[in-house]
């Protein structure tokens, strides 16, 4: 190994970390005693000033050490890499002085159609070439060695072209990166695509594995998806000891990205992975998730011959919008839209063809749930106050706009004037959804300007003040009726941005 990855090796804290949640934000900083470092989505600040940002996170930094994920820069995409995007995130590893940085091996975009879930590249040497290659470019312009994270996959094959393990150990040693490796994806992974998940343990360079991953899931439709809203399963803390034979991870990180549970709860299962870590699991019938679903005997194509540009396009644009990959299974033809050459057009249909309509359908339903799942985040009080409304707006919505491409703040706003033309609305229900466009609005305008308009931006509202302390609180029962009315301040914070009442 060279100096740079044992540099990036040692920086990994040792123990078990938590992921710092804008929900779980006070509750962590006030469990220190029992979190050993926490790590933070930098997707989440990368509009805001570096020093407001210094600012918020001087008592996290006080408590702990940090380590740094992103979710956006697609990096397995045979797209250019986005050096804005890239830029942003160096800003704030150096500006917090974070020295471990991780992203999936994974794409989310090309030729412009972005979806909203990560897909897995085949296993194949051109596309290890290739990952390896853009690794190489993140880190010269970072600065930084990097880890790159297995991710779970509905949509792939396991035992294409070199294999999974195989596929991980060539990206590793080329272009000298670690890897953070996530215990539950690979669980899952395992159980839905038929293979034991010790052999991949086994064929990594597990010296490379200093850093990881493990969360709770659920299943759905005779899968297991890693959702991060469940505790951590025995049959993967049992995958972690047996993990712990093969690789050299220092620290590891419990995810939970909803369903919070009391921190208490938080804490209980953190000290579950940490007896894991030692070689200690709960007693469980073994290190492996039982397989839900019979393996299919025909063997897939080999996208060997595929552009990686083409197939990601195709994805993409396939899933962008639902409905895309349905039409496909009945004309079994390439969407006109889908510029192919000739040659390609015939291994690119067989490959999209060959999975299974289960697999296309789960897979659909959970963009639809990742896009559910973003709305409740940016528009957390709208999507509450509309209550059993909710799943029927939502089908509406997406019947109305499908392309899933938007930005964050761009669909917020769309989803806001979807929900304002309603006629069931009340008018406290109106204010509140009309005091989240403002919200929407501040936090797209960048550095300065953001902090100078607004401290000077404020709305009258009918709510009770007592709704509007923290963006809303989830568990805050919104009056039937108004209050009368007041004015709000509007602030920034790590967890969003407050409101306060003017007196």
Not at 78 to 107: M, P, Q
Not at 204 to 228: K, L, M, N
Not at 435 to 451: A, C, D, G
Request: glycine share 6%; hydrophobic share 40%; aromatic share 8%.
């Amino acid at each position: 190994m060279t100096d740079s990855f044992e540099q990036f090796a040692r920086a990994v804290p040792s123990g078990i970390g938590l992921g710092l949640r804008p929900d779980l934000w006070e509750a962590t900083l006030e469990r220190a005693d029992a979190i050993d470092f926490v790590e933070i989505t930098l997707d989440d600040y990368l509009r805001y000033p570096l020093d407001d940002v210094r600012e918020w996170f001087e008592p996290v930094r006080e408590r702990f050490d940090i380590v740094a994920h992103s979710v956006g820069l697609s990096l397995a995409s045979a797209d250019r890499l986005d050096k804005e995007y890239l830029d942003d995130i160096a800003r704030l590893l150096d500006g917090l002085g974070i020295e471990v940085y991780t992203e999936h091996c994974s794409f989310i975009r090309c030729r412009g159609h972005q979806i909203g879930q990560f897909l897995p590249v085949p296993f194949t040497d051109r596309w290890a070439d290739h990952v390896a290659e853009r690794v190489e470019q993140v880190q010269a312009h970072l600065d930084r060695t990097i880890a790159l994270e297995n991710i779970s996959y509905v949509m792939g094959h396991a035992d294409v072209g070199l294999g999974e393990a195989a596929f991980f150990e060539r990206v590793l040693e080329r272009a000298d990166c670690g890897l953070l490796f996530d215990v539950t994806n690979l669980a899952v992974n395992a159980a839905n695509h038929h293979y034991d998940p010790l052999d991949f343990l086994e064929r990594i360079p597990g010296e490379r594995a200093a850093i990881g991953h493990i969360a709770g899931g659920h299943i759905d439709s005779d899968f297991y998806i890693d959702s991060h809203g469940h505790p951590v399963r025995d049959e993967t803390l049992a995958l972690l000891a047996e993990a712990t034979e093969h690789i050299a991870l220092s620290g590891i990180m419990l995810e939970r990205d909803k369903n919070y549970p009391d921190m208490r709860e938080v804490v209980d299962e953190i000290e579950r992975v940490r007896a894991a870590m030692q070689g200690d699991p709960p007693e469980s019938p073994g290190p492996r998730l039982p397989v839900l679903t019979e393996p299919d005997d025909t063997s897939p194509p080999s996208p060997r011959k595929l552009d990686p540009e083409v197939l990601q396009a195709a994805l993409c644009l396939l899933f962008e919008q639902s409905g895309r990959y349905e039409d496909l299974y009945e004309t079994e033809t390439l969407p006109e839209r889908l510029n192919v050459p000739d040659d390609q057009r015939g291994p690119l249909l067989d490959y999209l063809l060959s999975f299974t309509p289960e697999q296309v359908e789960l897979f659909a339903k959970i963009l639809r749930y990742k896009r559910r799942e973003k709305l409740e985040g940016i528009l957390p009080g709208t999507c509450r106050i509309l209550g059993d409304r909710l799943y029927e707006v939502l089908d509406a919505y997406f019947r109305e706009y499908p392309d899933q491409s938007r930005e964050r703040a761009e669909e917020g706003e769309v989803f806001a004037e979807f929900v304002l033309a309603r006629e069931d609305l009340s008018n406290v229900e109106r204010d509140l959804v009309l005091h989240e466009t403002t919200v929407l609005s501040l936090r797209k305008h960048p550095y300065r300007i953001w902090k100078i308009w607004s401290q000077r931006q404020t709305r009258t509202l009918s709510c009770h003040p007592r709704q509007l302390d923290r963006v809303i609180h989830a568990d805050a029962a919104l009056p039937a009726e108004p209050t009368g009315s007041f004015d709000v301040l509007y602030k920034r914070q790590p967890e969003g941005v407050w409101v306060e009442v003017v007196d």
